[in-house]
């Protein structure tokens, strides 16, 4: 089974839509998503993911299903700086802090201790956990047990946000981590592969990352969302 995470377009994160560009984007998105042999396509409920969706919704003649967990995260909490940005909070764990990931808990960290960021976290990976089950795979520790036979290519469109949130959970690596070392723009394509092995144990592989070749003459490069939903 193939997984693609496609974030929104450019919005209007006041009124939670697209913005001119955002439209194009989606667009553009969905001329490029036209040949991956997508069977069924998901989406956060904000009106800025769902629009996006339906563009490819629409081009491939396939019903919009909501994943409500997927809505885009909040953030902040008592004494956290940044009002609890997460990006910005993790690139300053990694460049001024030179917080080590292999040896401490980030959960512990006064950047994230107290953060509402987490609980969402947390809530998210409960959540895409049962979906898998849905989809026949079934998490068990870092790894996958297949219990179907039959490959297919499914479209989730959400935020950066709750898209971490679950790149965090599926790879088994830091949320800090994820915001940092792992950033992707508008309407970016993100693939994990799932291998179908039926009764065995596998892992997600990442087949592609924050591919944005279709909007090379739309998008003016990564931007992270400032404040919280």
Not at 156 to 169: D, I, K, M, N, P
Not at 203 to 211: A, C
């Amino acid at each position: 089974m193939r997984i693609i995470f496609v974030r929104h377009g450019e919005p209007n994160y006041e009124k939670d839509c697209l913005t001119p560009t955002g439209q194009m984007q989606a667009e553009a998105a969905a001329e490029r998503l036209e040949r991956e042999g997508i069977s069924e396509i998901y989406s956060s409920p904000m009106g800025r993911a769902y629009q996006t969706a339906s563009a490819t919704a629409s081009r491939l003649n396939l019903p919009i299903q909501t994943l409500p967990f997927m809505h885009e995260i909040s953030w902040g909490g008592p004494g956290v700086p940044q009002d609890g940005h997460p990006w910005t909070l993790s690139d300053w764990m990694i460049t001024k802090d030179d917080f080590d990931f292999f040896r401490n808990d980030w959960r512990d960290h006064p950047y994230f201790r107290d953060n509402v960021a987490v609980r969402y976290l947390d809530e998210i990976s409960v959540k895409f956990d049962d979906f898998l089950i849905t989809q026949g795979y079934r998490h068990e520790g870092t790894r996958y047990l297949c219990q179907t036979d039959k490959p297919k290519t499914i479209a989730v469109f959400s935020h950066g946000g709750s898209g971490a949130c679950v790149l965090s959970h599926l790879l088994a690596l830091p949320f800090p981590y994820v915001c940092t070392v792992l950033p992707y723009e508008f309407t970016s394509v993100i693939t994990l592969e799932f291998p179908v092995q039926e009764g065995q144990y596998v892992h997600p592989r990442i087949e592609l990352f924050n591919d944005t070749a279709h909007t090379l003459d739309i998008s003016h490069g990564l931007k992270f969302q400032q404040t919280s939903d």
